[in-house]
């Protein structure tokens, strides 16, 4: 019995998954620039929810990639606020991956902007 309910688990998580990998990206990015704060310097993206939904609670990692798809840099963002709406549908929001300790990063952001590609992996998210 419980190898049965491991394994509707199993399909279950992954139909989940090709699911999610079918439906259009809810997020575009564009990059804005560059930002410094307490915490170090930031290449500056923003994010539009291109999705027709407002975004309740997300999770998803940015990642920096070079024209290899080696990764520069990377940074997680989650929300998960109970009864705030985090990302209205069509409405943008500002975030940043760090710059500082990423060997190249701040130079493929300032010289080559072209071959540089910011990934944006959903790991979970909630619609309202």
Known sequence: ???????????????????????????????????????????????KNVSGKDIDDVAITLTLKDKSGNTMSNIAVSDTTPGLVWLKAGGTIEEGVPLDGRRGAKELLEKRLAESQLVIEVQSIKFK
Request: glycine content about 8%; charged content about 10%; cysteine-free.
């Open 1 to 47: 019995m419980l190898t049965r309910i491991v394994g509707l688990l199993a399909a279950t998580i992954a139909l989940t998954a090709a699911a999610l990998a079918a439906e259009p990206a809810p997020l575009t990015a564009t990059f804005k620039g560059f930002k410094s704060n307490a915490m170090g310097e930031y290449g500056v993206y923003t994010l």
